[in-house]
């Protein structure tokens, strides 16, 4: 189910402080990319992914990294993207009702 703008103004503001735990690198959009998305979308929910500068643009990779983690993108924000997918165990963010 797609986020609302509620829900994703509440997640901006918890991203706000975090540090890119992936980054895309001059290989693009790589099996390994995703697989440690995928880890990292599982540890945290919510997580920032860089995409390197020579590489391509961030808005046209946030979508596809969203479609092959079955995440959403949150926001983009230079060359960072904002993914959020929540946990099946034990989720720890709890989204705000529309």
Do not use: F
């Not at 790589?30 to 990292?40: G, M, S, W």
Request: charged share 30%; net charge positive; proline share 4%.
């Amino acid at each position: 189910m797609p986020l609302t703008s509620k829900q994703k103004q509440h997640l901006r503001g918890l991203g706000h402080h975090l540090n890119a735990v992936v980054l895309v690198g001059n290989a693009g959009v790589t099996d390994a990319v995703i697989a440690k998305i995928v880890v990292e979308l599982n540890n945290h929910e919510l997580i920032k992914v860089k995409v390197h500068e020579g590489t391509e643009d961030v808005r046209a990779v946030a979508p596809i990294l969203a479609e092959r983690t079955k995440s959403e993108v949150v926001q983009i924000i230079g060359k960072i993207a904002v993914l959020y997918r929540r946990r099946k165990d034990k989720p720890e963010i709890q989204l705000p009702r529309e």
